[in-house]
């Protein structure tokens, strides 16, 4: 079931979240959420989505402001996190199709997303879902101790 969430959900996004800050390359972030930062940024996202199954989040996906200042209002950069156990699963297509339908109801021009090159699955799975590359970062970030592309894909609602 794909819901928009509330506070209640912070503890399990953030579970997510650090997951991927832990042990991936998925997010350049090396410093783990707290509650309250996964609180805050549920509050000043656009919306957030959960996916659940039987009673237990097993992914997010969200979008906000791309840039700041009002040339930039209709275009936004989204992220999505599953657990492991939700990966191949069409979950994340859900959770995305949640975030476009969202989008497209609030003018939203054009969807981004900053996907790690370091991040295998990440590109093919926004590919198949429209997106397209439009560019890449060279050294964009830094993750346990090397250097790693952001690649940039865009998606015209």
Partial sequence: MIRVATADDATAIRSLWNIAIRETLITFNSTEKTLEDVRATIEINDVTFVAEEAGEVIGYASYAPFRGGVGYAHTKEHSVMLAEAARGRGVGRALMRAIEAHA??????????????????????????????????????????????????????
């Fill in 104 to 157: 497209r109801a609030n003018k939203v021009h054009s969807l981004i997303a900053g996907i790690s090159a370091a991040n295998p699955m990440g590109e093919p799975f926004h590919a198949a879902l429209g997106f397209v590359k439009v560019g890449v970062i060279p050294e964009a970030g830094q993750k346990f101790n090397t250097w790693h592309d952001l690649v940039l894909m865009q998606k015209r609602l």
